[in-house]
């Protein structure tokens, strides 16, 4: 193991004081004020827009064209990095400054083997040419990667997102740096390699004493990793403390409003309170005087024309806001619900559809290794109007496959399917009836939606080829925008000119047009910014309200589905190893693969 | 590390083996393609060899002669048993057999194409790469421009504007014909560079690179302008790419980045390209020979075109596709060696 | 379905050209001073009308046959505006019919399809155009048509890579789910996607189109003796290069700033296509 570097006296890797960014029509960072001493996690938390990944930018002189630093001071264990030359910041990067970027496999050469690439970081440490290949075995063993051999021999597409991302972490871990950058750094892995890799980090970094400014939408992330958190909102800094400080007794209605508004996957049922609206974005940003929050903040006074400067608290956090601090944001409140009514565990009709022995394999490999494997076996459930069901399991495990065989996409090895009391074949006439009541909506909601089509022509897509008066059919375009929270000025918009949160509405109110009976929603809120997820599973729950829709809910977060479905059903390989009703599952589950996602889903890291 | 190289190779190996299973098939079709499309010409080889006012016996005699009476699929089959074995059938011009014509041809028009796909590739590497690290420079525009007239002239005018220029005009550079007519090189190789390098003449040696010098560059014109724009636009894309961002924020100089990971993976669509074009210069050569005057398999087909000299037109075109399908597999291998991405099945 | 596209410069100059030419074309009867195939013995070889010798009957001289080069010049444009166009059509035609049904069907269908254009692809195309031309005959229809059956396989391929990206994407399939049939996809979500693509072949087709014309035009194997065309007065005018530069220079110049013409217009239109389809923020604006 490489020898942890003495330090003196512990000083201030990262000081920044008053840092603002200008594009040339707004102020897309305001007043960033913190320092971050040796040896300890800083989060820096924010939604989507909040100009995050703007501050690691500006680290790493890497600012898009248009945006320049107007004020401020940055400084790095006492050189002013905004000043220096450009040789000598080149100098600190990758040597005592690391990154540790998104996309892992992308940020990897793909022409260039593990070995190849760790020969040129070694290079650049200026480290002699014959320890290189112990120090890369050492790097990749202090990031638990097995054979680390043959890892170096392999390329970036041969590995996996997780060790790709542990390849990087080995990477920048290995300069023994005095700041390490992570920006968004797990968040295209899944679950549980999330919390593995950043248990992974959190244990580097306690054994070296490097300083970590780890960047992330997640707050449940940010607070299970971070020592301290930095609340960003509109590029301004909201809140600045300590973990417990802020997450017991959080100062900033927005803070108050991020926390409010994650599902709880322990204690009572309660309806979720999202922020109406969403975050503005930069060309909205010079019309906003004062308080950036104000226009969503519950109780907004006059004092917050002006915009409110950062204070010191009592007990150490700092705080920008200028009235109402202890009381809470304006909520969009949905009636009053009862845990049971929402959860639809009143009332039973006879199920709808039925599925029995459901099973499916592919043949995969070339010629002569051509071989089936099995995606499915052994499938049985069935589902009654109005039910929500959540689909849970670790990743491979058969939950896209499933979704797929129910819509049609693709057809069953053995087993059968009863829609409505007759049985579902391949033939034409089966597709028609299962078209009319079972819809799907993908995960990646841009790509699901053709880029040239406007959000009326794409709200209606299914009545593309049926004979309906253009009348008609608009007016269905507005009862479904209605339905589902679109303002009717987006019609005319193309998809790439909507929020994440405006197509993932969309995608849902294409599969209303018909007035399906069952709704496969596969990831359908993972990738959206808390306060809109909220906005999201509130309506789901109002569409069943109103129009009686079953819902097969896959997602890889538990609290989501602790929210939505009144039963859940865990899928392991292909098989489901556990089914019922979701509380009882969640709160005394008894196969170990739930409880391992259980586990997960609290942050529990086995040791294994 | 030596484990996984060895898998990678034979993975690459087996990967090879597809284009090479393929490349005798496609050979057969084409030339059955080229043997149907002859016959169904209103041509009559037969016609051609007798005085206008034969006789029918006489011209049924020849067309049995000639074997044109035969169904078209023995014919076919006849031909294809025949050239495997290198006999591509008697020439109707000069009465002798194609393969010797075709084989006295075929050096000459591999120099032209070993010359001028080397200096095509030198010339379009050198200005890609030169346009991309002076990008943000006037000389990116200035490159721009000439490069946009190289590619709107054909390769056979470029040979006219050459000969104009170079040859009539300024004088410098001979442009008709291999070598000047003074010397004479025993032909061992039928290559005239090998061959007089073999001779020990070095003054045959000048004059026939110098007169070699104009055609290659002709050629050379077809490639080196769209090849500068691939790898242009290529090393564009890879210095967009992610891994050219993480690999700034590794503190890599630009030069680094440019050479050592830009570029290695900017060759791959410049590959690729060159397998497109190779086709186009492989054709090109015909046109390219006919004006320079140079005895390769081009003069031999236009020659055979004109004179609807069959058994020669369809040997030729065999040769040509052979040509043009050789180079299309070296292509996929060499993309395959090059992409480890491609290795894995 | 309106999307605001940017056109550069070069897309204005570019089709500002090719109008200028049809027009040419068009009215070549009108514009011309003499019809293109009357020879006037009596002034064979006469310079171009500013240098000595030259009179401003015949603007840009006259060759060995005493033909007005000026006219030739004018007609030969509706050759090159014929083949450019229908060449381009008829290749874009066949090539995106085939090319999309390769990408989207894949199977057996695709593994034919691609063998045809591999075996196709085995020849030079010189080579195949000149064979189809001796086949044929020469003549403006069958120019046209040797080039479409030339040149449809480079569409063929373009097209059917640019398919198979599209139909992975999602939105294919969720056409599938609210209704659509194999035919309405490809029509409504594929063959848009394929089209800012396919114009930005077409334009370079042109191109291609008019080099290969002047290529067969060079050996004699074009429209024919009687009719006018550029690579023809270069076949003809190269013998007396020298001495009578008017011959050979004025179709030279006239074939390379056509060619130009298409490959600036491919070029903006693919600019323009980028912009549109705004896929990555930093990409180098058109200069």
Redesign the interface.
Known sequence: MIAAKAHGAPGRVLEIRGLSVDTEHAQVLQGIDFSLEQGRILGIVGESGAGKSLLSKVL?R?LPEGFRVSAGSLSFAGQDLLVCPASAH??????RI??V?Q?AQ????????I?QQFN??FE?LGLAPGSWSAMAQDALRSVQLAQP??V????P??LSGGMCQRVLLA?AFASQPDLIVCDEATTALDPATQLKIVSLLRDLQRDRGTAVLFITHDLDLAAHLCDQLLVLYAGTMVEFGSTEQILSAPGHPYTRALLNARPALTGDWQALQPLCGQMPSMESLPSLEGCRFAPRCGQAGPTCQQPPSLQQQADGRWLRCCGGQWANAVTASPASMDARYALGLLGSAPPFLRVENLGQSDRV??WPNRRLEPRLQGIDFSIAPGEFIGLVGPSGSGKSSLARILMGLKAPDTGRLWLNGEPLGVDRASWERRRQAVQLTFQNSSTTLNPRRTLSELLTQSLDHQAVLRSERKARAEALAQAVGLPLELFSRLPAQLSGGQRQRLNIGRALCNLPQLLIADEIVSGLDVSVQAQILNLLLALRREHKIALLLISHDLGVVRYLCGRVMVMDQGRIVESGDTAKVFSAPRHPVTRQLLRAARYEVEHA | ?Q???YRGTVDGLSRSLIPLA?LPV??I??AA?VFV??R????DPAAMLLSPNATHEQSTQMRQALGLDRPIFVQLWLWIRDASRGDLGQSLQFDDSVSSHILHALPVTLQLVGCGLLLGIVLGVASGVLAFHGRNTPLR?AL?LLN??A????E??WG??L??VFG?TLKMLPFYGQIDPRFQVPSRTGLLLFDSVLAGDGAALGSAAAHLLLPATALAMSIAPPLMRVLYSSL?QAF????V?????????ERRLLV??AL??AWLPVVTLMGVQG??L???T??VE?IFGLPGLGNL??DA?SS?DLPM?QGV?LV??LA??IS?TCVELALVH????LR?? | MSVAVAFGWRVKWASGYWLMLTLIALFAPVLAPHSPQMQDLAHTLQPVAWLPGGNWHFPLGTDVLGRCQFSRLLFGSRVVVLVAFLAALGSAVIGTTLGLLAGYFKGWIERSIM?VV??W???????LA??LI??LGPSLGNVVLAIILVDWTRFCRVIRSDTLQLANQPYVLAARIAGASQLSVLCRELLPGVLPTLIVLCSLQM?SAI?AE??LA??GMSVGPAEASWGAM?AQG?GY??SAPWL?LPP?IA???A??AS??LGTGLRYAARTTSSR?V?R?PE?
């Open positions: 790493g890497a080149r100098d600190l990067l990758g040597k690391c990154f970027p996309d992308q940020a990897l050469n793909p022409v260039l083997s070995s040129e970081h650049r051999e043959r170096l021999g392999q390329y597409h041969q990477m490999g070339r | 590390m484990i996984s190289r393929r496609i050979l079709t084409v393609l499309l002859l169904v010409l209103p041509l525009g721009d946009g007239l590619l709107a002239i054909p056979y005018l006219i504007v000969i104009l009539i564009d967009d790419q992610e891994y961002h993480y690999g700034r924020l590794r503190g890599l100089s050592h990971h290695r993976n086709g186009l492989i054709g090109g015909l046109l006919s087909m236009i075109i609807q037109i075109a040509y596709a043009v399908l299309n090059l992409d480890p991405r894995s099945l | 063998f591999d075996v692809m085995a020849f030079p195309a010189v080579v000149m064979l001796v086949a191109g080099v002047s290529i060079f050996v270069i190269l290069a020298f050979v030279i074939t390379v700033s060619i130009l490959i600036m990555r930093s180098e200069r």
